[in-house]
T-cell receptor
Framework: AQSVSQHNHHVILSEAASLELGCNYS??????LFWYVQYPGQHLQLLLK??????LVKGIKGFEAEFIKSKFSFNLRKPSVQWSDTAEYFC???????????FGSGTRLSIRP | DTGVSQDPRHKITKRGQNVTFRCDPI?????LYWYRQTLGQGPEFLTY????????KSRLLSDRFSAERPKGSFSTLEIQRTEQGDSAMYLC?????????????FGPGTRLTVL
């Protein structure tokens, strides 16, 4: 079955620390990959997406992710986090442009001011 | 157009009652998706529509669940004979086949609590 795994359930960092959240997806041929963010009390928002081309994708708010096909991974990174990055982060994938999205279980990011 | 809207935002009901949620997608989006999110988990796919046709249903969608999109615009999700296990956030998303690689835009969700 198609699946997405996020390795970290809860990550706590200090402001200005670097961030890397792990994500692995199950093999399913051509894949679209996403990172969504859900700030407290707000709805899901798209941070970045990968469809094809350059495996290093840049998103909003200084986030980036790297698609490594050989490792089935799509890790999210940010060089210096801010308190406002406190949120839940979801890695997700889909196996065609018109199909459902499969979400990981999420990583809660807490930033100490 | 301000995005996907859902109504109500919160619903508290007693076990055994029927509930209905509404989703209004972004104007002209032809695809509409329903997901369910329980505490500590990512959203799980329930069903989706292309225009008024329901094209896929998850096995999570038991016989007590029914979704419609009668005119290819708004959609309703009904849960009959609610159970405590139905308590969750129900999310709606919409997309357009020829825009942004079918990027799905999510609504704020309806939080259901079954007592």
């Amino acid at each position: 079955a198609q699946s997405v795994s996020q390795h970290n359930h809860h990550v706590i960092l200090s402001e200005a620390a670097s961030l890397e959240l792990g994500c692995n997806y199950s093999y399913g041929g051509t894949v679209n990959l996403f990172w969504y963010v859900q700030y407290p009390g707000q709805h899901l928002q798209l941070l970045l997406k990968y469809f094809s081309g350059d495996p290093l994708v840049k998103g909003i708010k200084g986030f980036e992710a790297e698609f490594i096909k050989s490792k089935f991974s799509f890790n999210l990174r940010k060089p210096s986090v801010q308190w406002s990055d406190t949120a839940e982060y979801f890695c997700a994938s889909r196996w065609s442009s018109a199909s459902k999205i499969i979400f990981g279980s999420g990583t809660r990011l807490s930033i100490r001011p | 157009d301000t995005g996907v809207s859902q109504d109500p935002r919160h619903k508290i009901t007693k076990r055994g009652q029927n509930v209905t949620f509404r989703c209004d997608p972004i104007s002209e989006h032809n695809r509409l998706y329903w997901y369910r999110q329980t505490l500590g988990q990512g959203p799980e796919f329930l069903t989706y529509f292309q225009n008024e046709a329901q094209l896929e249903k998850s096995r999570l969608l038991s016989d007590r669940f029914s979704a419609e999109r009668p005119k290819g615009s708004f959609s309703t999700l009904e849960i009959q004979r609610t159970e405590q296990g139905d308590s969750a956030m129900y999310l709606c998303a919409s997309s357009h086949d020829y825009q942004n690689y079918n990027e799905q835009f999510f609504g704020p969700g309806t939080r259901l609590t079954v007592l």
